[in-house]
């Protein structure tokens, strides 16, 4: 998680369950978390929005299509852990662009454009995934810790 984005949340600032503009958008492999990342577009060299997935079928940038809102979002609480859960998105027909191996998924909530839209995680895939024009399923529980989003 970005600790910026989990206070957010712990302050009620935003509900990433009820909110309609919480959303998923893939990043390249070359992505590095940077913990100090507050928003998407934090106006630094190799931000999120640096980093964001480029390919066909795949449309980034504040309002773009290819940011998906995940669908059944659920926190539920699992031992010591909370879990942000929900559906499986689909990236359909993705691939053909430049550096398309997709590196993770960080949850956004877009406010009014990306330098005001904080990010709140990012989920490392388990090794890069090559887009070939296909789609793209991402399960939050086939992760590099094998759970979904966790606080």
């Known amino acids: ?19 309609a503009s919480t959303k998923n ?6 992505y590095t978390r ?3 990342h507050e928003f998407v577009d934090n ?9 964001e997935c480029d390919m066909t079928g795949y449309t980034g ?24 859960a929900f559906t499986s998105p689909v990236w359909t027909s993705v691939g053909n662009g430049t550096n398309n191996l997709v590196g993770g998924v960080v949850l956004c909530v877009e ?4 330098t005001t839209s904080p990010v709140f995680c990012f989920d490392e895939l388990v090794g890069n995934v090559n887009t070939n024009g296909g789609d793209l399923t991402y399960d939050p529980s086939d992760t590099t810790d094998g759970t979904q989003f966790d606080w």
Do not use: H, W
Not at 43 to 51: F, G, K, L, S
């Open 61 to 84: 940038g504040f309002a773009g299509a290819g940011r998906l809102v995940p669908a059944s979002r659920t926190a539920v609480v699992a031992g010591e852990i909370v879990e942000f």
């Open 25 to 30: 958008l893939l990043v390249k492999s070359t």
């Open 34 to 36: 940077v913990v100090t």
């Open 43 to 51: 106006t630094v060299a190799n931000d999120i929005i640096d980093e």
């Open 111 to 114: 406010d009014t454009g990306d």
């Open 1 to 19: 998680m970005y600790p910026t984005g989990k206070k957010k949340a712990f302050d009620n600032d935003y509900d990433l369950v009820a909110d």
